[in-house]
């Protein structure tokens, strides 16, 4: 059995079965709104169909708020006629029986008709009585047919602009492939291509598929010329009358080795390369809108728009035919183009470049603190390790000092003719000058080395005030001088015995405190302290010579490295060398 027995059986039998029964729809049901498609669910009748619900809504009604106030609802009822299939009148005849029974007992406002068959359709059957027509996607407009019912958006078959485009993009074409089929709508199509072939390129031969098998066709189109271009038309079927599904012809399109243009929208993107299309969504949606006004203010416009054609182009089949870098039509549509890196990625980029960056920030203060951590902890435990050498310092010079004052005592109790209170005015001397050693140690902050001049002023006061000497019975003179602690208490000692002595002896012969001179000089690798009074001295070969002072003096000289002098010159002097390589400056 036939395609078209096989539907003219069932629209037979549709017609029978709602002759048998009454309308459903009682007396107070809405009134209608009838979306009349020629053809069957394909991408173009779906984005008509996209472009009308953009302007009244989806769903199957719409509500409309007329000018005078309230609102208005219908019934949108969407029929498909199928005619890519079928369409001889005896099909048509028992369409319309179909739809006048169909909706018989319901109020049909207007018909939005899509393509030319439902067009005319509308306008000469008797289906919906006459109800006006709200058209869109005809390519043959007919005033003289629709009167004052009908206004919409025409369908414009000019191929000039596609022809042109492609014999620019392809400047060595010589020959076109026209694909092509016998429908009234291909007809129609092909009738004005080759009008505009024929005024624009009439040295470009034309090879048309009409009467071609799909394999044939597709013969046509599987050897790569440099010179031959397609222009897509319509194929929905072939010279035997055998239908050519939507799948069929992208199949054809994307293993054709020569590329093919078109104006057909809703084959881009299934390997049509482009041209000026017809857009189904502004199609659609200019219907509506005229649609949408007779609903608000039941003032059929008298309006035939233009098409609203685009450019539209694939961009993958530009590459496959390498023309991508082509300069196309100014506001063209291009399809399956690349998204730029930013647009594509940039929602979840620029987030997931915040996050990097603040776990970066986050992972370097870590690794700073990480490192100050770790430089305190360095810090702390070289601190540590300093604070436990001066802590054993410090009990290793409690236990010099004690030694020494163990050793003075010693000597001082074998020290004759002097009285207890004389034996402990001279112990308490000798301690005071080792404990200014740890005073000036605590008081610089210095705790390796001190300064020699100053730590000498501090022993001759005390030693003064002993003797009752004034300010300006001293003088000292000398620069600052830093020596280090193991040396800084024999120096005291040595300062302490030699200041006793010239308080003690240096006496003149007016009466009154002696008048004491202290010098510290510096000299290459080696340090000089000298003490002097100005009274008579005593004598270096009498029994003074064996007292504890000489003997603490000659001592300490020895523990120093350092040698003692001693002068008559106007009074007494006493000078202690020792080498400079010890100190600290």
């Not at 709508?185 to 031969?205: R, W, Y």
């Not at 309006?303 to 609203?308: A, I, L, N, Q, Y």
């Not at 690794?367 to 951590?373: E, G």
């Not at 302290?529 to 003997?551: M, N, Y």
Request: proline share 5%.
């Amino acid at each position: 059995m036939s395609v078209k027995a096989a539907i003219r059986r069932w629209v037979t039998a549709m017609f029978v079965a709602l002759s048998a029964f009454p309308g459903a729809h009682g007396s107070d049901a809405p009134p209608v709104v009838i979306l009349l498609v020629s053809y069957h669910r394909a991408d173009w009748s779906n984005s008509v169909i996209a472009g009308v619900e953009s302007v009244l809504g989806p769903g199957d009604e719409i509500s409309v708020r007329p000018h005078d106030g309230g609102v208005l609802t219908y019934a949108l009822r969407t029929e498909y006629m199928d005619t890519k299939w079928l369409e001889d009148d005896e099909y048509f005849g028992s369409l319309e029986n179909i739809y006048r029974r169909k909706y018989a007992d319901r109020q049909v406002v207007a018909v939005l008709a899509v393509d030319d068959h439902a067009y005319r359709f509308a306008l000469t059957r008797d289906a919906f009585g006459r109800a006006p027509v709200f058209f869109c996607g005809v390519n043959d407009v007919r005033p003289e047919l629709h009167g004052d019912r009908a206004a919409g958006v025409t369908e414009s078959a000019d191929w000039e602009p596609t022809l042109s485009l492609a014999l620019r993009m392809f400047p060595d074409t010589r020959r076109i492939v026209l694909l092509e089929d016998d429908t009234a709508t291909g007809m129609s199509n092909t009738a004005e291509f080759l009008a505009n072939v024929a005024e624009s390129a009439p040295s470009v031969e034309i090879v048309r598929s009409l009467g071609l098998s799909k394999t044939q066709t597709a013969a046509l189109l599987a050897s790569p010329d440099p010179h031959t271009v397609a222009i897509f038309n319509a194929l929905w079927r072939d010279g035997s009358g055998n239908a050519i599904s939507v799948q069929e012809q992208a199949t054809l399109l994307r293993e054709s080795r020569i590329p093919v243009f078109g104006r057909a929208q809703w084959m881009m993107g299934h390997g049509l390369l482009g041209g000026l299309c017809v857009i189904g969504e502004e199609q659609g949606a200019g219907a509506a809108e005229l649609l949408l006004s007779y609903l608000r203010t039941a003032v059929l416009p008298s309006s035939v728009r233009e098409s609203p054609n685009r450019f539209m182009f694939d961009d993958q089949v530009l590459r496959r035919f390498r023309v991508s870098s082509f300069p196309l039509p100014e506001g063209s549509i291009v399809l399956n183009r690349p998204e730029p890196f930013l647009k594509r990625y940039g929602r979840v980029l620029v987030p997931s470049v915040l996050v990097s960056s603040a776990l970066g920030a986050v992972l370097v203060a870590m690794v700073l603190t990480q490192r100050r951590l770790r430089t305190a902890e360095l810090t702390l435990r070289d601190s540590l390790a300093e604070k436990e050498t001066l802590l054993r310092e410090i009990h290793h010079r409690v236990k010099n000092n004690l030694q020494v004052m163990k050793s003075l005592f010693s000597l001082q109790r074998h020290e004759s003719g002097q009285s207890v209170d004389q034996i402990f005015e001279a112990a308490t001397s000798r301690l005071h000058a080792m404990a200014l050693v740890h005073e000036r140690l605590y008081r610089d902050g210095r705790f390796g080395s001190i300064d020699l001049r100053e730590y000498a002023e501090d022993i001759v006061d005390e030693i003064a005030r002993i003797y009752g000497a004034g300010p300006g019975d001293t003088d000292i003179h000398g620069p600052s001088l830093f020596i280090d602690i193991d040396h800084a208490v024999p120096v005291g000692l040595f300062l302490n015995e030699a200041l006793t002595n010239a308080f003690k002896y240096g006496q003149t012969d007016k009466g009154g405190p002696a008048r004491v001179s202290l010098s510290i000089v510096s000299s290459g690798p080696s340090v000089e302290i000298g003490v002097k009074d100005h009274g008579p001295g005593f004598e270096l070969g009498g029994p003074a010579r064996e007292g504890l002072g000489l003997t603490l003096m000659n001592a300490m000289a020895d523990q120093l490295g350092g040698s003692l002098r001693y002068g008559r010159d106007d009074g007494f002097s006493v000078c202690l060398s020792f080498p400079l390589s010890r100190t600290t400056a």
